[in-house]
């Protein structure tokens, strides 16, 4: 849950996760059940590969800023 006064923060990182190419790696960290199920733990977002094109243009300069930005793929 998102610390107080943090709930817009939650709220991009909803933005970025709902993504159609997002949601399309989803399978590359997360555990396949039937019928197309997936379960993703919150550990292994940390290896979900978050493309730019994925983040809106307003958090690009937020962007420069995170430790992760090895992950980001161009």
């Not at 019928?35 to 962007?63: H, M, N, Q």
């Amino acid at each position: 849950y998102p610390a107080k006064g943090l709930e817009h923060q939650a709220q991009d990182l909803w933005e970025i996760l709902s993504s159609e190419v997002v949601l399309d790696r989803l399978s590359l960290v997360a555990k396949s059940y039937g019928s197309g199920a997936l379960k993703v733990e919150p550990r292994a977002l940390e290896r979900l590969p978050v493309p730019i094109s994925a983040i809106p243009d307003r958090l690009l300069d937020l962007v420069s800023l995170a430790p992760q930005l090895s992950l980001l793929q161009m």
